[in-house]
């Protein structure tokens, strides 16, 4: 990607990887590095899992590829959650793709690779991004809490890193919780009831997706999946 960043030219991409593993960080630090402070006027976001239908191809995506990039010679248009798009939608967006392949570049940003299409997939360059490693969150972690005067000893910041399972999107959700809750020194037993706290939130929001949805579709059973594939539990 360095690479990439050094030559100003970038190709399609796809950043894989499960949630929480830096995916949008680093497509909003590409675009950083390549347009600078006013990256956001050439990197447009969309979550696709707002709206999964081919509309959202026609009306938004295609019209805001057509929109002539203000510097260097393409513009980039980040597609979160792509893998909820649904098939005739990802068959639009292959057209819109190669139409405006001159002056856009697409970033899809997927917790799941294998549900892009074909032909799109074999048009991206994939980054497959890992579950962070305790040591890695750590580092991180040290650096917050000292910056938010947060007290945790090195034992309740490992054990706060290791029930993360890799998301720093959580560790940044249950440090949050501390800093509301002002405690004056936080304990590994905290750590033990704001995880159980957050995974039991996750929970209610996969019931309100099984009981709000229009279909006992992809989105609802793909997040069960991966909150399964994990290691933990739906007991709760």
């Known amino acids: 990607m360095k690479r990439f960043v050094k030559s100003g030219e970038i190709p399609h991409m796809m950043f894989s990887g499960p949630p929480g593993t830096g995916k949008t960080a680093t497509a909003v630090a590409l675009a950083r590095e390549l347009f600078g402070e006013e990256y956001h006027k050439c990197f447009k976001e969309i979550n696709a899992s707002d709206d999964r239908g081919i509309k959202v191809v026609r009306e938004r995506i295609k019209n805001l590829a057509a929109i002539a990039p203000l510097k260097l010679n393409y513009k980039i248009i980040f597609l979160d959650e792509s893998d909820e798009l649904t098939r005739d939608a990802q068959a ?37 991004f890992k579950p962070l490693k305790s040591l890695e969150m750590k580092i991180l972690v040290d650096k917050i809490i000292k910056e938010e005067n947060i007290n945790m000893s090195n034992e309740t910041v490992s054990t706060l890193c290791v029930l993360s399972l890799g998301s720093m999107r959580k560790v940044l959700k249950i440090l949050t919780l501390i800093k509301m809750a002002e405690l004056e020194k936080v304990t590994t037993d905290d750590i033990y009831e704001m995880v159980q706290w957050v995974d039991e939130e996750y929970i209610l929001d996969l019931e309100r997706e099984a009981f709000c949805s229009l279909c006992g579709e992809p989105k609802t059973q793909a997040r069960i999946e991966h909150f399964l594939s994990t290691g933990q539990k739906l007991s709760n």
């Open 92 to 128: 639009a967006l292959r057209r819109t793709i190669e139409s405006t392949s001159d002056t856009c570049r697409f970033i899809f940003s997927c917790n799941y690779p294998n549900k892009i299409i074909e032909p799109i997939a074999d048009r991206l360059v994939e980054f497959r």
